[in-house]
């Protein structure tokens, strides 16, 4: 597993070992930043069930102005942690060891871009994005979630609407906007 493109290009990120984690896989991770990619520079981002990190690292290898990963597993903070420093990105990140909804129980940021990538078949991403639409959007935020291929979403969850859907082998991705949330990033 590598980051694409951008600042971090290349570099060779650490996974998780054992089955507990499915880091996604790079042609899903390509697809997913070429449907926005001209939409990451300078937005904050929260990869929630971070895993590896890789995608938040990503979206702050291509100009997002930071990230925060949440993760329960120790091991996963562990290598989200590593895999800042060798990107050179410790700076622009903070890693919370939490359950995704104990931190945004006590979070008060809004964020522009969310990846949710929580165990597939666990209804998480659902529940994840009510919690969101309960103060946590930035305008024009987009969540961009990865289930597996027989999962689905609804086509609105409070201001998130339904952009675009695709399957990838094992792997489904819905893509959220926001609408009615106003003007910036």
Request: with cysteine; proline share 4%; aromatic share 6%.
């Amino acid at each position: 597993m590598r980051v694409i493109t951008g600042t971090a290009r290349g570099t060779r990120l650490q996974t998780l070992e054992g089955e507990a984690t499915r880091p996604t896989i790079e042609r899903v991770k390509e697809a997913m930043f070429s449907a926005i990619q001209f939409e990451i520079e300078g937005r904050t981002v929260l990869d929630l069930f971070a895993g590896s990190g890789q995608l938040g690292i990503e979206a702050l290898s291509r100009g997002a102005h930071r990230c925060d990963f949440v993760d329960s597993a120790p091991g996963a903070v562990r290598v989200v942690t590593e895999n800042l420093k060798k990107c050179r990105m410790t700076e622009r990140a903070a890693v919370h060891q939490r359950t995704w909804d104990a931190f945004l129980a006590a979070s008060k940021t809004r964020y522009s871009l969310i990846f949710l990538d929580p165990p597939y078949r666990s209804g998480l991403c659902l529940a994840a994005m009510e919690a969101l639409c309960g103060g946590h959007l930035a305008n024009h935020a987009i969540v961009v979630c990865e289930t597996a291929p027989e999962e689905t979403l609804p086509e609105q969850v409070g201001p998130l609407v339904l952009s675009k859907t695709t399957k990838y082998g094992n792997t489904r991705v819905f893509l959220y906007r926001t609408v009615g949330l106003g003007e910036g990033k």
